[in-house]
């Protein structure tokens, strides 16, 4: 006999949702993409909440370095595929939920995926396949949820309607197929997006200089840690929960960062204070450029 019953594990939500909202929640339906560290911590709340069908995909397996921070990776998890593990821990929290897996192939089938989702969530780092992805989505008018390279919680939200982040920050790959997408032409945006978040947030402030500057030059890994990962992932959970309930947001196409260590929240500044802080943020940039080489 199972002990699971829908209404008993949602009713303290009652009060914050009311029964319609609740049962759209269950009626929803989240596209997770990338289901390690963000990505994990967001459906980690949404299954809770009562969030009724996810479709995931991710190709990579648990490894050690990822206990630190993604939320269904154990010990038992280790060297297991993380988007069939995570749809093995989502029907041990709510078993009725449904839940489809995809693995490498999943940007084969975006089209399907797009068309049967009223939500997506980008939490992988593999920036030429989240091109795709925002111009896909666009293409089949689905909302995306994402957030920043920072070090700082942040989370955006993009509607069809939105600039991809493509346009916003005029990467190079404009017009050009996501497989053709070169190695400089990622680094030319991967660098653009870096001056956006140093010059819109405190980031800089919250690393130690000489890790991120072995980080640029690729002798070490991308930094992250579990609050800043498990906050991310809960602030975007946020954001699915008001579209699916059908309430409005405030949170932009250029979002807003946390700073933890002042308890503040920071927006995007106005473009004749950006001028001045993109210039300082693209000469600190250039300054650990130079110290990784």
């Known amino acids: 006999m199972s002990l699971f019953n829908y209404a008993e594990m949602t009713k303290r939500n009652l009060g914050f949702v009311n029964p319609e909202e609740q049962q759209r929640l269950r009626d929803g339906t989240v596209f997770v993409v990338g289901v390690g560290g963000m990505g994990g911590a967001c459906i980690q709340n949404l299954v809770r909440l009562g969030v009724g069908r996810f479709i995931i995909a991710d190709q990579d397996e648990f490894e050690v370095s ?8 154990n010990l038992n998890t280790i060297g297991k595929s993380k988007a069939q593990s995570t749809a093995e821990a989502i029907k041990l929290i709510n078993p009725e939920c449904q839940v489809t897996v995809y693995g490498a192939d999943w940007i084969d089938h975006l089209g399907t995926i797009l068309q049967d989702t009223d939500v997506v969530v980008n939490g ?8 795709e992805l925002y111009r896909k989505a666009k293409i089949y008018d689905a909302t995306v949820i994402d957030a920043y390279t920072a070090a700082n919680p942040s989370v955006f939200v993009v509607k069809p309607t939105d600039p991809r982040p493509e346009e916003r920050f005029n990467y190079p790959t404009r017009g050009i197929h996501w497989k053709n997408i070169t190695p400089d ?25 000489d890790i991120v500057s072995e ?7 991308r930094i992250s840690m579990a609050p800043m990962v498990i906050m991310t992932g809960t602030l975007m959970a946020y954001e699915v929960y008001y579209i699916l309930t059908g309430h409005e947001t405030s949170t932009t196409n250029e979002g807003y960062f946390f700073n933890p260590r002042k308890n503040k929240v920071e927006h995007p500044q106005l473009k004749p204070v950006a001028t001045v802080t993109k210039y300082g943020a693209r000469i600190a940039l250039n300054y650990l450029m130079d110290k990784s080489t």
Request: charged residues 25%.
């Open 124 to 131: 992988m780092d593999d920036l030429a396949s989240g091109i």
């Open 215 to 221: 980080m640029m030059k690729g002798s070490r890994a």
């Open 185 to 209: 032409m990622l680094d030319v945006c991967k660098r653009r997006e870096f001056e956006f978040v140093l010059s819109q947030s405190s980031s800089l402030s919250e690393v130690h200089l």
């Open 66 to 73: 990822n206990l630190n921070r993604q939320v269904f990776a």
